[in-house]
């Protein structure tokens, strides 16, 4: 009787420290993140394989997801393009730590380097192609800095938000997905 009760005990303490867990995650993120800033939000899933598609990844290419979430991107285009290196920018810590995990969990920490910091400040000038899914105004906050940076030829896919003052080479179309956010996919070519 004594050990029935002291199992359920521990699993219920073990359920409270994995909820405070992830409010304190939301929490966190909700109180010192700048509101203009776009928030973690992970593409959908069923999305991934457009996303690889678009990019057009070649042996020895690198790849960044700016604003790279929980890496499911990175991941995902490892898994199909082995032979690219990736690299992860993400400024907030709680998906940084997710991230971070994911990767070292799928032992591909040789291909995917994750970093903590601000993608406005991260020279970008060695990618071949770049994945984004932010917010309409930070692409066009970033626009300036990746046609100062990007070599000719650099892809750049945005998942919904396309920049106000460059056209997209090509438009790829989601709408498949009624319950997703991701209904566009912009390709740019630098
Ligand atoms: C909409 S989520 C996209 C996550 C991931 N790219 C995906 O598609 O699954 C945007 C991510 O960008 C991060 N982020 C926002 N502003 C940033 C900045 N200035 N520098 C680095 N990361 C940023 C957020 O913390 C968030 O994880």
Redesign the pocket.
Same mark, same amino acid.
């Given at each position: 009787m004594q050990i029935v009760i002291l199992i359920a005990l521990s699993v219920f303490i073990g359920v409270v420290v994995l909820i405070s867990f992830v409010l304190c995650g939301i929490l966190f993120?909700n109180i010192f993140?700048?509101r203009k800033? %776009? %928030?973690?939000? %992970?593409?959908s899933k069923d999305i991934l394989a457009d996303i690889i598609k678009s990019l057009k990844i070649k042996s020895g290419d690198t790849v960044y997801? +700016? $604003?790279? $979430?929980?890496?499911?991107?990175l991941l995902a285009c490892c898994k199909k393009h082995p032979d690219a290196n990736y690299i992860g +920018? /993400?400024?907030?810590i709680y %998906?940084y730590l997710v991230s971070l995990s994911r990767v070292w969990i799928s032992g591909k920490s040789n291909s995917i380097r994750i970093k903590k910091?601000?993608?406005?400040f /991260?020279d970008v000038s060695q990618a071949a192609g770049i994945?984004?899914?932010?917010y309409q105004h930070?692409m066009d906050d970033l626009l300036p800095k990746f046609e100062k940076e990007l070599s000719k030829g650099t892809r750049l896919v945005s998942?919904d938000f396309a920049f106000t003052n460059k056209e997209p080479g090509e438009v790829v179309e989601l709408n498949r997905l009624s319950k997703s956010l991701c209904k566009k996919l912009y390709i740019y070519e630098f």
């Open positions: 993120l993140t700048n800033d %776009p %928030p973690f939000v %992970p593409v997801d +700016i $604003g790279c $979430g929980d890496a499911r991107v +920018i /993400e400024k907030n %998906p910091r601000d993608f406005f /991260e994945f984004a899914y932010l930070t998942c």
